[in-house]
């Protein structure tokens, strides 16, 4: 017999059917047994009314691999509408220990650290499953709307010989006999690509060796990043984002209604445009609301982020915020200056909900540029030889933008740590699972 997925009863009431999945609950009563199934699309609930098979049933652990063969009966009282009678079970594999946690309650009565020490077994709790359903409709839906503007899909090395923005923060590797770094982001090799393909992204892993312990930070994340060649500024590049991320929302709408539903997640609306202000703009209106002094500041901190989250929301109805034209001093040295003021750059940020999402802007294009902000920095250009050959040979005005997967999704699902949206999160401490 075919199998049955959980999802599918609803069309198979009154037939014979072959569910296959896990024991998630067994509940005893005087004259009747419960059993719940789980597999990977849902929960099944199984009448059990002999008592020698409630018996055997019981003796196993929560979590033991089943088959049930029985037939589809529509019931107000069961998930969906519909429990399976008359069952068969077969024990595909046994469990051998009880799950570390109560899989089969509302809500995991465990702490984070628990709940990630133990991460094979908790993923599978329905909530947290869903997470990961969102992410995946999140990945596609960027792919879906950048493919759709004629971008190519790369994948560029993880281990590389120089570092992108500081070497400060990159985690060194031995490479035979000698020493590599995990890549901070791909930005070299998308700007290399630039040259070859025009509009290029990339959906990957990328490494920080920030010593941060807080809720927001990984040192191990997924960036999704692009890179477009040909454009005027970075507003070309602010305008494909907006396309990116509207993309992604629809996506979870679509393809994880049922993981968004079951996560209570609010889909954000994406203004065409997306509200703008200019980064002193931006200092000016802080210092005005709070009286704090701003105008020697290189950066927003994260209060500031969320006082123009709020002020998005107030005077735009917008979640979403660009702040433009950052500080050349707290921008790489790729980073193409403001025409008008050299000491800012054409250069963005996208706040969503009062918090950094995306960071991008307009990268420099010509050889001797790189040479001259190599050299005001004291840098030798030596190890950025690769990098900068595909420069002597002629780029297009270019620019691009990198976004933190787990980010988006934190914010999107509501959740209190970003560790919980990271299927084997990689932090201060943390190597295993």
């Not at 890179?227 to 984002?241: K, S, T």
């Not at 735009?316 to 915020?321: E, I, P, T, Y």
Request: hydrophobic content about 45%; proline content about 7%; glycine content about 6%.
């Amino acid at each position: 017999m075919q199998r049955t997925w959980t999802s599918e009863l609803t069309h198979r009431c009154g037939e014979r059917v072959l569910l296959r999945g896990w024991l998630h609950r067994l509940r005893r009563l005087a004259g009747v047994s419960f059993l719940v199934l789980r597999d990977a699309r849902g929960l099944a609930q199984v009448v059990i009314d002999d008592a020698d098979l409630a018996a055997f049933v019981d003796r196993l652990h929560a979590e033991s691999v089943l088959e049930v063969e029985g037939v589809a009966v529509a019931s107000s009282q069961a998930p969906a509408g519909v429990e399976v009678r008359e069952p068969q079970v077969r024990v595909l594999v046994a469990a051998s220990a009880p799950p570390p946690v109560h899989l089969f309650q509302p809500t995991l009565r465990a702490q984070l650290p628990t709940l990630l020490d133990h991460a094979a077994v908790t993923l599978r709790y329905p909530r947290r499953r869903a997470v990961f359903e969102v992410t995946a409709a999140t990945m596609a839906g960027f792919r879906a709307s950048l493919r759709a503007r004629c971008f190519v899909e790369i994948q560029t090395p993880k281990l590389v010989a120089a570092a992108t923005e500081s070497g400060a923060n990159v985690f060194p590797v031995e490479y035979f006999g000698r020493r590599a770094l995990l890549a901070q982001s791909p930005q070299f090799y998308k700007q290399m690509m630039v040259g070859v393909f025009e509009r290029v992204f990339e959906v990957g892993p990328v490494f920080r060796a920030e010593p941060h312990d807080t809720p927001r930070h990984l040192n191990e994340y997924v960036s999704l990043d692009a890179e477009i060649g040909f454009i005027r500024d970075h507003r070309d590049v602010m305008a494909v984002l907006r396309h990116a991320i509207a993309g992604m929302a629809e996506a979870v709408r679509s393809d994880a209604a049922e993981a968004a539903a079951l996560l209570d997640v609010e889909l954000p609306e994406v203004p065409d445009p997306i509200p703008s202000v200019d980064f002193r703009e931006a200092q000016r209106l802080i210092s005005a609301a709070t009286g704090e002094r701003l105008e020697h500041e290189p950066d927003l901190a994260p209060a500031h982020e969320t006082w123009l989250g709020e002020w998005a929301r107030r005077e735009h109805g917008s979640d979403f915020l660009f702040v433009t034209g950052f500080p050349m001093a707290k921008r790489p040295f790729y980073t193409h200056p403001a025409p008008d003021d050299p000491k800012f750059t054409n250069s963005f940020d996208l706040l969503w909900r009062g918090q950094e999402l995306v960071t991008g802007g307009q990268r420099l294009h010509r050889h001797e540029d790189y040479l001259a902000v190599l050299a005001a920095r004291g840098e030798d250009p030596a190890p950025y030889a690769a990098y900068l050959e595909a420069f002597r040979h002629g780029m297009p005005p270019h620019g691009g933008f990198g976004m933190g997967l787990e980010r988006w999704v934190s914010r999107l699902v509501g959740a209190a740590n970003i560790r919980e949206v990271a299927l084997f999160p990689r932090d201060l401490s943390r190597l295993t699972p």
